[in-house]
């Protein structure tokens, strides 16, 4: 099932197609496509080149470390990530290596790395759905992530599936319309709250 977002005006149909469906195969990621995944991120722009993104993965074939990251979501979110066959957190380190001073940045930066491999995800026909209901200091305790160092979001990967797949309460979801704000609301030409028309 494809949902391409009804857009107003024209982007690149890969961002067109770009969505995060809650229904997952449980075929496998093949290691080339996660390696490609972490290559786009790699090249995304970040400020002084710091690059203050890390991931950590967990996939089926390490059923222990996959299950300790399941435990990390919410129970909401458990019910349908559970099908994912990997489960990913990305990190944010805080702090610049250059000067040692706070990176205010770095969540943005790590935002951009993510839009990277979520373009690329697309592009290799693998879905992502990424979730800020999960434990933070969970994650740090079970998988070691150091201070100085903060998760940012989980994230589901893998193949899409039909949306029967899902428990009852995610399927309406999965299978309605999708919707955004309008242009006019977020971007604003020359002051705060200035419509664009009037450049």
């Known amino acids: 099932m494809e949902k391409p977002a ?18 997952f195969s449980d075929r496998p990621v093949e290691h080339e496509k996660l390696l490609s995944l972490f290559e786009a991120a790699r090249w995304a722009p970040s400020s002084f080149n710091e690059q203050p993104w890390s991931f950590i993965l967990t996939t089926r074939n390490d059923p ?8 990390c979501l919410m129970e909401k979110n458990q019910q349908w990530a559970k099908l994912a066959p990997v489960l990913m957190v990305s990190i944010a380190k805080l702090n610049f290596d250059k000067t040692g001073k706070p990176n205010h940045h770095a969540f943005h930066d790590v935002g951009l790395a993510m839009g990277n491999l979520l373009v690329q ?11 800020a ?6 994650v740090r305790e079970l998988f070691g992530v150091p201070e100085g160092f903060a998760p940012v979001a989980a994230i589901a990967v893998g193949y899409q599936a039909e949306a029967d797949l899902l428990p009852e309460t995610f399927r309406d979801q999965e299978l309605g319309p ?3 704000k309008p242009i006019d609301s977020f971007a604003f030409a020359g002051r705060w709250g200035a419509n664009l028309g009037a450049l």
Do not use: C, N
């Open 6 to 23: 009804p857009v107003d005006y024209p982007i690149e149909e890969i961002l067109r197609r770009r969505w995060s469906p809650r229904a």
């Open 64 to 71: 222990e470390a996959y299950a300790s990251l399941l435990s």
């Open 121 to 131: 995800a697309t592009a290799l026909g693998l879905v992502v759905h990424q979730m």
């Open 133 to 138: 209901g999960f434990w933070p200091e969970k």
């Open 178 to 180: 999708r919707s955004r």
